[in-house]
């Protein structure tokens, strides 16, 4: 069998899988809500500011914060801020995925936007994927792109560099399948139905859970990218130290579910089903190695680039490239 590769994938025609189930569009002109859903755990130091980023957003009908057990000063914040759509649940420590799926369960959206605490959205975010929706009316999914910030806020990437990039519209399985390019919740608004009719995050996948849950809803419809930088996700102690330890070891148990859950492979044309997972599994090594370099550990950045090279020499040019790209905040 010919090996696949993230890339090659990208130039896949739509006909190579079995068709998705058609979906009704949305009403020309019909009135749209938007429930954003807020995982927070400890962190007060950035909290405000992203509810503030997600307040901000006027076509925004409510903010579902779920507390997961903090014990800093992070329920008092949510509490202090004064809006009629804010709304605050106690999760009692049973993780990032129950939080958002308890906050999914209380949402009264036609959309659902998953925010990180510590990130935040930029100005007319929403308006934009809204504007994507209206423009793919049987999309599950509109997603777009974000840039990377410091603790104190500052732009640290250079993803405005890549102007003019697409990713992936319409039927996106096999694509997405082959490696995650949504990359971050904050970017991305679900249609608040088909994320309850898949089932929602897995809660059983400490990492890439959401990559899960993108490919179950790609599974079921069809997905619009929105070529804009959306979000700005936030690179601090807490969450670059808790990257910094991952290995591409603790992605593989992700990896096994996705090519073992029998909604995706249902919608995945078998003859590739081998060749998407060995593309999956490079693709995450390849993040692996990223990580790494933004870390300052290239000896372990270049044993990552080595299994990669075991795998398949194919693909070892272009993550020898994004590996690069990477130390550049691109």
Not at 113 to 123: G, I, K, S, W
Not at 144 to 153: K, V
Not at 246 to 268: E, H, N, Q, W, Y
Not at 292 to 303: K, T
Request: glycine residues 8%.
């Amino acid at each position: 069998m010919a090996q696949i590769i993230a890339e090659d994938v990208l130039d896949l025609p739509a006909s190579t899988r079995v068709a998705p189930a058609v979906r009704q569009p949305l009403p020309s002109g019909s009135t749209t809500s938007v429930s954003v859903v807020i995982p927070a755990k400890n962190v007060a130091a950035y909290v405000g500011e992203t509810l503030a980023s997600a307040l901000a957003q006027r076509e925004v009908t409510e903010v579902i914060v779920v507390d997961d057990g903090s014990d800093d000063e992070t329920v008092a914040i949510v509490r202090g801020m004064r809006d009629s759509r804010l709304h605050l649940f106690h999760n009692d420590s049973a993780g990032v995925s129950a939080a958002r799926n308890l906050g999914a369960r209380q949402a009264s959206g036609e959309w659902l936007l998953f925010l990180d605490a510590d990130d935040r959205l930029r100005p007319g975010a929403v308006a934009a994927l809204l504007a994507a929706a209206r423009g793919a009316p049987r999309a599950v999914l509109v997603y777009g792109d974000y840039n990377t910030i410091d603790s104190e806020g500052r732009q640290i990437g250079r993803r405005g560099l890549l102007k003019g990039r697409r990713k992936p519209s319409g039927d996106v399985l096999t694509r997405l399948a082959a490696g995650n390019f949504i990359v971050n919740g904050g970017i991305a608004l679900a249609r608040a139905e088909a994320f309850r009719a898949i089932g929602g995050f897995d809660t059983s996948l400490k990492y890439c859970e959401d990559w899960h849950c993108w490919c179950r809803l790609a599974a079921i419809g069809e997905f619009a990218f929105a070529p804009e930088l959306l979000l700005d996700y936030r690179l601090h102690t807490a969450n670059t130290m808790n990257a910094a330890v991952r290995t591409p070891k603790d992605f593989f148990p992700a990896i096994a579910r996705v090519f073992d859950d029998g909604l995706i492979l249902a919608r995945l044309p078998e003859h590739m089903t081998a060749g998407l997972r060995l593309a999956a599994e490079i693709h995450l090594v390849t993040y692996s190695a990223m990580q790494a370099v933004r870390f300052g550990r290239y000896r372990q950045a270049f044993a990552y680039l080595a299994m990669i090279g075991r795998q398949s020499l194919k693909s070892l040019p272009r993550s020898a490239i994004r590996v690069a790209l990477a130390r550049f905040g691109i």
